[in-house]
């Protein structure tokens, strides 16, 4: 089945502690990228990938890194989380580009204290 | 920055056409127009998508005027599970920026 698959699907943690959120697609899509959706600020794209070795900043990268060592992978690292980062997270991914169709996951929720 | 324009809200009824607009009066010349459907706590899903005049799919119809200054979804005869947020993403570049969305309530 052709899915984006994000993981952990609900993360509490602290201040300061690293964390990784992982992001996986089994489409060989060439376009990934990342969204925070928060209740009245909609969908914010955080950072886009599109290809391996090929990343760039979306409209909220701050406090983000990712990397995309390998096609099908765009994890999402928050080196010292902070609350302003609790949210729900979404991967998405596309054949090429913003003007195919996206694919998303099923979201992450983390709740940074 | 690429910018979309939609109506927060809309109540429609079980059975009835339900037409949302969305105006990107700065949309690019390669870009298409796509609407993606959202429920809560999950992630888009695609819907439909055109360039110019008018598509249609199983779920839904697209109306794209000749300026493709806006874009009309239509979802005929619509059903409880239709209750959702509609977004239509513009892409700038490489980017895809998504607007507020349109909250649409399907009533009984």
């Known amino acids: 089945e052709a899915q984006v698959t994000q993981n952990p699907r609900y993360l509490i943690t602290v201040t300061g502690k690293k964390l990784t959120v992982t992001c996986s697609q089994n489409?060989?899509?060439?376009?990934m990228s990342w969204y925070r959706q928060d209740p009245g600020l909609g969908l914010r794209q955080i950072y886009y990938?599109?290809?391996?070795?090929?990343?760039d900043k979306g409209d909220v990268p701050e406090g983000y890194k990712v990397s995309r060592k390998e096609k099908r992978n765009f994890p999402l690292i928050l080196e010292s989380p902070s609350p302003n980062q609790t949210s729900l997270y979404f991967c998405?991914?596309?054949?090429?580009?913003?003007?195919?169709?996206?694919?998303f996951g099923d979201g992450t929720r983390l709740s940074i204290l | 920055l690429a910018k979309t324009t939609q109506p927060i809200s809309m109540d429609s009824y079980e059975g009835q056409e339900v037409n949302i607009t969305c105006s990107h009066n700065?949309?690019?010349?390669?870009?298409?127009i796509t609407w993606y459907q959202q429920f809560p706590s999950q992630g888009p899903r695609f819907i439909i998508q055109?360039?110019?005049t008018k598509v249609t799919n199983e779920v839904a119809s697209l109306f794209i005027p000749a300026d493709r200054k806006s874009s009309t979804l239509s979802l005929p005869r619509v059903s409880l599970s239709d209750t959702a947020v509609y977004y239509c993403?513009?892409?700038?570049?490489?980017?895809?920026?998504f607007g507020g969305g349109t909250r649409v309530l399907v009533k009984p």
């Open positions: 998405a991914s596309s054949r090429q580009g913003v003007n195919q169709p996206q694919h």
């Open positions: 489409m060989n899509h060439e376009y």
């Open positions: 990938s599109m290809n391996v070795e090929v990343t």
């Open positions: 700065n949309i690019a010349t390669n870009d298409y």
């Open positions: 055109g360039y110019k």
């Open positions: 993403p513009l892409g700038a570049g490489n980017k895809l920026t």
